[in-house]
């Protein structure tokens, strides 16, 4: 009897999906060594957790290419919450690392400037910095000139800064350690003072005062408390990833084959259940969304096939029809499937005759742990 629908077959019950989201891994102030020295878990994110010394109050974690270029790949940073003084952290890392591979790992640990020491290193920059604008500055009877343009003297500050300023952190929120366009504006403002008498030589004098303390401001911006300078590193070179096995799926669903006609009465199909294997397009842990949840697949139709004139239609090969497909996920494991089925029908003669059909499914898929030779 011809069925005038589609069946839904779900064959498996629906697993337990509710996994963790991170995985977590040990890694000590003390230690030289991720973990138990056992490789990285691959293809999720990470909760690094460890102890630490109480006086450590900001971690930065470093991810590089083994041997490759010194831009991190990723970087992860943990601060101490307010009023927290646990020997412990715990710092989620959102960056999956590919398996089989190897990575550098970079550690840097800070500790909390006090009021005292971040005064002295704005200071101890402040006179830096004038030192650098003395070498800079030339000054004669009637005018002061500047050895450079004076937004070039501020990029070649902003670059003394970053240098100085390479092993302290500001908090998340704080602004970019760089001085602003108003030192140069001063710059420019000092450059056009003609020093031709008293009163102009005073001016002179109060606009390098206010330079100067408007150096100090900036710096005082730059630098909120709370200020962490780095007082200790680690570096773990190629640190292995774990191996991943290859991603199979059974497939089991029911389908329909279109023959020909137009919807209607006019329709000839078939449909019958189907068995099969498929491939996922794309990895689920860096595709995007689309290739992950789209399968390649290819199986046989557990039954022959009878079209509007009760010819029977089989498959080549393995004498039932064969299917291949794109499968893609609508459901938690319920996937549409769309593709071609290849079929054989004896003519006169019991002469094979080959063709090719398309059909429309839905199946459920359980996911196979396949481990290919290396």
């Known amino acids: 009897m011809r069925k005038l629908q589609f069946l839904l077959l779900l064959l498996f019950l629906c697993p337990i999906f509710l996994t963790a989201q991170y995985k977590t891994v040990n890694l000590d102030f003390e230690s030289a060594y991720i973990g138990d020295n056992n490789p990285l878990p691959a293809e999720t994110n990470i909760l690094f957790t460890g102890s630490i010394p109480s006086y450590i109050d900001r971690i930065e974690l470093n991810i590089l290419s083994a041997k490759g270029k010194s831009a991190p790949l990723h970087t992860a940073v943990w601060q101490r919450p ?10 989620p890392v959102n960056y999956k690392f590919r398996s089989s591979s190897n990575y550098d790992i970079e550690v840097r640990y800070f500790q909390t400037l006090g009021t005292a020491q971040r005064q002295e290193l704005i200071q101890t920059l402040n006179s830096r910095l004038q030192l650098f604008l003395e070498t800079q500055l030339t000054q004669d009877t009637k005018m002061i000139e500047w050895e450079n343009k004076p937004k070039r003297l501020l990029a070649d500050m902003n670059d003394l800064l970053r240098s ?3 092993n302290y952190r500001t908090g998340i929120a704080a602004p970019e350690q760089k001085l602003s366009g108003l030192v140069a504006l001063q710059m420019e403002k000092m450059s056009k003072i003609r020093t031709k008498d008293s009163t102009a030589r005073v001016r002179m004098a ?8 408007l150096l100090k401001d900036e ?5 909120p408390a709370p200020l962490y300078k780095m007082v200790d590193a680690r570096y773990l070179d190629d640190c292995p990833t774990e191996s991943k096995k290859g ?8 389908g329909g084959v279109y ?4 919807l209607g009465e006019d329709l000839d199909y078939d449909t019958a259940p189907f068995v099969g294997l498929s491939f996922p397009l794309g990895n689920r842990a860096f595709a995007p969304r689309f290739f992950s949840n789209t399968y390649l697949g290819f199986g046989v139709f557990l039954q022959d096939f009878e079209n509007a004139d009760k010819q029977n239609l089989t498959g080549p090969i393995t004498g039932l029809p064969i299917y291949a497909s794109l499968d893609y996920k609508l459901f938690q494991f319920v996937y549409l499937n769309l593709g071609a089925t290849f079929l054989e029908e004896t003519s006169a003669g019991d002469r094979q005759v080959l063709f090719v059909r398309p059909f429309i499914g839905f199946s459920a898929k359980v996911n196979l742990s396949v481990q290919f030779e290396r």
């Open 219 to 223: 710096l005082s911006r730059i630098l």
């Open 82 to 91: 307010l009023d927290n003084k646990e020997k412990t952290y715990s710092l």
């Open 206 to 213: 109060e606009e390098q005062v206010l330079l100067r303390q």
């Open 247 to 254: 991603a199979l799926a059974v497939t089991a669903g029911y």
């Open 164 to 166: 100085d300023l390479q």
């Open 259 to 262: 023959f020909s006609g137009d």
